[in-house]
């Protein structure tokens, strides 16, 4: 079997021959991985070890190990795991001390690399290189060969890569830091998506965490449970209203206020249900037409035709119709894709779930004229109230209010999204706060869990929530004890540490720190925006070109600030609401220094590289909604 092992030189690899160097269960050819450039993908075919010569004395090793563990097998699990731990730390010390020389031969390296892939950038300020204790398990049970740790590249093994990860890898974290496996500390700006507001491993939170996991985590919705009455009405009394639903996830949340919302349209407005065959849609149009005359170049004029002489009275077939904005993000189930206009989000994913109208995000004009057309059949206007994955877009003043005023004039439910902006990210408990108006239906998560247990929860009143009767929706996890004792915990820290507050003053003064930069740099920076501690950078493409907002990350991540980009341009910050004014002053200069700095020595790099393409306009609305070009 061919294994690489690293070489002398910085990214040299070298073959040498391994007889051993067997991965059971593992078909490396099929196995698609990641390197520094997230998008980059490749396959390899090996894994790749160290050098053999190591190979005897890990054998030993491996014995020694599993004399000592046996020797304090009597039963005590806790005893045999601190053997285990006494045993192998002597090799975890001698690692750590070389964790910037990978590539050199004469040492065991620091980690055993996937045949090219360069995630670990030797000589770079943070190790991206991790230790797994899993890994040293295989070093001493499955593999006659040492493995001190994994690369980041190696972290696709066995799941799908499906998001552009940030290569580093967490392992440990608490409060407004996080640590990778060497030891390394980074500042977190965001915070899982705001789903960690409370800090990391809140103590209070993993207090209630564990107590309730050693009482009951589990009932299911077949039986009541002494935990979910308590965050029921916690939940419902923090935020006025009258009934909860629980869920799970966010996109859960979302789905069950949609189906909320067309069953209190069908029930309480009286939208008429069409329950005739009614007109074909445009996508039953495309395979009617390629069905009756074989031809797709024919098929594909007659759909275009029908399809916009016909399109108005295709709303016929779904008479409860949910409007959305353009720009939204509202999760990744199917029926929440029907709403989106992000092509990576429904392209091939069809048929999707008729019955969403598109308004553009911010206009109250457009809003009126759609419910002024439309009005009659619309049961649901679903909105974030700031855009969070769009590039944290806030609406012009007043915009709120005027969608209050608009769906209390056509009797619309006024769902508002606020799973990410809600639990004080903004500086208000709710978004919708800011301009003191109340929707009729809230979704919470992600910061309602503390970043520990996923906990959602549709919020409305009587009237609204009554309309579903036992046996029409639910959920086995939803309100399960333990999810309900840290959820309750989680808004205890929000209310005791003042974090609506902390977050609107501080928040201020990221932008301020944030305001000053841009002055440094305003050919580079177009805007700096946000409300409370969930804020964005706009960049200028032209400026920034050839190079990313991935790619300042990926420098911000090096001087030990993480962030994430959304789309090629914004880099969106959001750290946890217990931030202190150091970490924000230190998260403004590495900004600073990476654009003084890094900067330009990106864009030399990458000088003869191609310009990004801009992101194309939407394929349902035609929209170009995030425009790169200036």
């Known amino acids: 079997?061919?294994?690489?092992?690293?070489?002398?030189?910085?990214?040299?690899?070298?073959?040498?021959?391994?007889?051993?160097?067997?991965?059971?269960?593992?078909?490396?050819?099929?196995?698609?991985?990641?390197?520094?450039?997230?998008?980059?993908?490749?396959?390899?075919?090996?894994?790749?070890?160290?050098?053999?010569?190591?190979?005897?004395?890990?054998?030993?090793?491996?014995?020694?190990?599993?004399?000592?563990?046996?020797?304090?097998?009597?039963?005590?699990?806790?005893?045999?795991?601190?053997?285990?731990?006494?045993?192998?730390?002597?090799?975890?010390?001698?690692?750590?001390?070389?964790?910037?020389?990978?590539?050199?031969?004469?040492?065991?390296?620091?980690?055993?690399?996937?045949g090219g892939a360069n995630a670990v950038g030797t000589g770079a300020q943070r190790s991206q290189i991790w230790r797994d204790p899993v890994a040293i398990h295989l070093r001493f049970f499955l593999f006659d060969v040492p493995v001190a740790s994994f690369s980041c590249s190696q972290l696709c093994v066995g799941y799908l890569s499906n998001y552009h990860p940030i290569p580093m890898v967490f392992s440990k974290a608490s409060g407004t830091c996080v640590w990778d496996p060497e030891g390394n500390k980074y500042i977190d700006f965001l915070s899982a998506y705001s789903a960690v507001n409370q800090g990391h491993c809140h103590p209070k939170v993993m207090k209630a965490l564990i107590?309730?996991?050693?009482?009951?985590?589990?009932?299911?919705?077949?039986?009541?449970?002494?935990?979910?009455?308590?965050?029921?009405?916690?939940?419902?009394?923090?935020?006025?209203?009258?009934?909860?639903?629980?869920?799970?996830?966010?996109?859960?949340?979302?789905?069950?206020?949609?189906?909320?919302?067309?069953?209190w349209g069908?029930?309480?407005?009286?939208?008429?249900?069409?329950?005739?065959?009614?007109?074909?849609?445009?996508?039953?149009?495309?395979?009617?037409?390629?069905?009756?005359?074989?031809?797709?170049?024919?098929?594909?004029?007659?759909?275009?035709?029908?399809?916009?002489?016909?399109?108005?009275?295709?709303?016929?077939?779904?008479?409860?119709?949910?409007?959305?904005?353009?720009?939204?993000?509202?999760?990744?189930?199917?029926?929440?894709?029907?709403?989106?206009?992000?092509?990576?989000?429904?392209?091939?994913?069809?048929?999707?779930?008729?019955?969403?109208?598109?308004?553009?995000?911010?206009?109250?004009?457009?809003?009126?004229?759609?419910?002024?057309?439309?009005?009659?059949?619309?049961?649901?206007?679903?909105?974030?109230?700031?855009?969070?994955?769009?590039?944290?877009?806030?609406?012009?003043?007043?915009?709120?209010?005027?969608?209050?005023?608009?769906?209390?004039?056509?009797?619309i439910l006024m769902i508002a999204d606020e799973i990410q902006t809600g639990i004080a990210r903004t500086g208000r408990m709710l978004a919708?706060?800011?301009?003191?108006?109340?929707?009729?239906v809230v979704i919470l998560g992600k910061a309602l869990g503390a970043g520990v247990i996923p906990v959602s929860v549709v919020l409305a009143d009587k009237e609204i929530m009554l309309c579903i009767q036992p046996g029409e929706h639910g959920s086995t996890f939803g309100g399960n004890p333990l999810a309900s004792a840290v959820a309750v915990a989680a808004l205890d820290v929000i209310k005791e540490e003042e974090l609506v507050k902390r977050a609107e003053q501080l928040g201020q003064v990221l932008r301020d720190q944030l305001g000053k930069v841009q002055l440094q740099f305003p050919q580079i920076i177009k805007e700096v925006r946000g409300k409370g501690l969930l804020n964005a950078i706009d960049l200028n493409h032209k400026a920034l070109s050839p190079v990313s907002a991935y790619d300042i990350c990926m420098k911000l991540k090096e001087r030990g600030i993480l962030a994430k980009p959304t789309h090629d341009t914004i880099i969106r910050l959001a750290p946890p609401l217990t931030i202190s004014l150091e970490e924000i002053s230190e998260a403004s200069k590495a900004i600073s220094d990476v654009l003084e700095i890094d900067l330009p020595k990106m864009q030399k790099q990458k000088q003869n590289a191609e310009t990004p393409t801009p992101t194309q306009a939407c394929d349902r609305c035609g929209k170009q909604l995030h425009d790169s070009t200036d």
């Open 1 to 114: 079997m061919r294994v690489l092992a690293p070489g002398a030189l910085e990214g040299e690899l070298h073959l040498v021959e391994s007889a051993n160097a067997q991965v059971p269960g593992v078909r490396c050819s099929d196995v698609q991985i990641q390197g520094e450039e997230a998008a980059e993908k490749m396959y390899f075919e090996d894994l790749v070890f160290a050098e053999k010569r190591e190979c005897n004395e890990r054998r030993q090793d491996r014995k020694l190990l599993i004399a000592q563990v046996a020797s304090c097998d009597d039963g005590d699990d806790n005893e045999t795991h601190g053997c285990f731990q006494k045993a192998t730390a002597g090799g975890g010390e001698q690692d750590r001390g070389r964790k910037n020389h990978v590539g050199c031969s004469s040492q065991v390296p620091s980690s055993f690399l996937v």
């Open 432 to 440: 919708c706060d800011w301009e003191m108006i109340r929707p009729d």
């Open 211 to 263: 107590e309730q996991a050693q009482k009951l985590t589990l009932s299911s919705r077949a039986f009541y449970n002494d935990k979910f009455p308590t965050f029921a009405e916690h939940v419902t009394q923090l935020f006025g209203y009258d009934m909860m639903l629980p869920m799970n996830t966010g996109a859960e949340g979302v789905e069950t206020a949609l189906k909320l919302a067309r069953k």
């Open 266 to 411: 069908y029930k309480k407005k009286k939208i008429p249900q069409d329950k005739s065959f009614g007109i074909l849609e445009f996508e039953d149009l495309c395979l009617f037409s390629a069905h009756l005359f074989g031809s797709l170049d024919f098929s594909d004029c007659l759909c275009f035709t029908l399809g916009h002489l016909l399109g108005p009275l295709a709303l016929l077939r779904s008479k409860a119709l949910i409007v959305s904005c353009c720009g939204c993000f509202h999760g990744r189930t199917v029926g929440v894709i029907s709403m989106s206009c992000d092509n990576d989000a429904t392209r091939d994913f069809g048929p999707l779930v008729p019955g969403h109208l598109k308004v553009k995000f911010g206009n109250v004009d457009a809003l009126e004229k759609i419910f002024k057309d439309h009005g009659e059949q619309i049961c649901g206007f679903l909105f974030e109230p700031i855009q969070g994955e769009a590039g944290v877009i806030i609406p012009p003043d007043g915009y709120l209010r005027s969608v209050r005023d608009l769906c209390s004039r056509y009797n």
